[in-house]
C-alpha cells in the first residue's frame, strides 16, 4: 500500500522518516520529494508498505501526531493518472 506523508519539516532526512515508519512493517520505499533546482525538501513524499494492515496502522499512529516540530499527514496515496 502506498501512502502520502505530507508537513514534513523541509530539514527532515528520508533515513530518519523509514526509521519511524519501520515500527509498523516493511518499507519497501520511500521518497521524499525535493525541488529539483535547490534540492531542498517541498515538505511531503511517499512511502510503499509491503503490508497494507501496517499501512493502515502507520496512519492511526501517525496521522496528525508531531514528528520533527510538525503534525504529519498521512493518508492512502492517489494513484497516479
Known amino acids: 500500500m502506498n ?3 505530507g508537513n514534513l519539516n523541509y530539514r527532515i532526512r528520508e533515513g530518519e522518516l ?3 515508519l519501520e515500527q509498523f512493517g516493511e518499507v519497501i ?3 521524499v520529494v525535493k525541488d529539483r533546482d535547490t534540492g531542498r525538501s517541498k515538505g511531503f513524499g511517499f512511502v510503499e508498505f509491503a503490508d ?3 499501512a493502515r496502522q502507520a496512519i492511526e499512529n501517525l496521522n496528525g501526531k508531531e ?3 510538525r503534525p ?4 492512502e496515496a492517489s494513484p497516479r493518472s
Open 29 to 31: 520505499s520511500l521518497r
Open 18 to 20: 523509514q526509521s519511524a
Open 72 to 75: 504529519l499527514v498521512l493518508k
Open 67 to 69: 514528528f520533527d516540530g
Open 52 to 54: 497494507a494492515d501496517a
Open 3 to 5: 501512502l502520502y506523508i
